[in-house]
């Protein structure tokens, strides 16, 4: 069957430590693979895409990795702050425009 | 990017009835999607919906229970029928920006059935 995983658990780091949050997928074989940012009681908001022939991805404070070996995906947020907290969800997508999510990771950023 | 608008924020519903949400969106669309969001869990896509076609749905999900409307490209309504409080979740409805390959996502609406 096919499945999205993320950190089993809620994720809780001091703040100016870097977070690293990992998704794995079996049997899928995503075109892309996204990350979003979601806030209690609102849509979830894009962050980052990285391709399945790219291997690393960065935007300011934000880096993605892409190992279709291992089928992961590895989220990194540097220099954390408080402001970071919120559930982040990855997203594979295949050729035909669908988008399958992740079950997601709480991240709480202590100060 | 795109704005996206649903209707209602949230509703409370008597079992057996049927709710219809709306979204709404600021430019033209080929394809919407329309989620559930289940409390503490991750999105589940329901449907994708293409504009003067009928909706593609997912396993586990059927027209009879969310019959899908897209009448124009900025426009689309979800409807959960024959309501359960097993329905009782959040529904989003999102849109791809194909050129960059994002998806941009409604508020959401809060469904609980009694």
């Known amino acids: 069957s096919q499945k999205i995983e993320q950190n089993s658990e809620a994720l809780n780091i001091q703040e100016g430590k870097t977070a690293t949050l990992t998704c794995n997928y079996t049997?899928?074989?995503?075109?892309?693979l996204q990350w979003y940012r979601q806030d209690p009681g609102r849509g979830p908001v894009f962050l980052l895409l990285?391709?399945?022939?790219?291997k690393e991805k960065r935007k300011e404070r934000l880096k993605v990795t892409f190992d279709t070996t291992l089928k992961q995906s590895l989220f990194h947020i540097t220099a954390s702050q408080p402001a970071d907290s919120a559930t982040y969800l990855c997203?594979?997508?295949?050729?035909?425009?669908?988008?399958?999510f992740g079950t997601g990771t709480s991240l709480t950023v202590i100060p | 990017s795109a704005v996206i608008s649903q209707k209602p924020s949230r509703d409370i519903c008597q079992r057996g009835t049927s709710l219809t949400i709306q979204c709404q969106v600021d430019?033209?669309?080929?394809?919407m999607f329309w989620y559930r969001q289940q409390p503490g869990q991750s999105l589940t896509l329901i449907a994708t919906a293409n504009q003067g076609s009928e909706a593609t749905y997912e396993s586990g999900f059927v027209i009879d229970k969310f019959p899908i409307s897209r009448p124009n490209l900025t426009f689309s309504t979800l409807t959960v029928s024959n309501m359960s409080p097993e329905d009782s979740s959040i529904y989003l409805c999102s849109v791809e920006d194909i050129f960059y390959n994002e998806q941009f996502f409604g508020p959401g609406t809060r469904l609980t059935v009694l």
């Open positions: 997203a594979l997508t295949n050729t035909g425009n669908q988008f399958y």
């Open positions: 990285i391709r399945e022939n790219e």
């Open positions: 049997n899928y074989s995503p075109a892309y």
């Open positions: 430019s033209q669309v080929t394809m």
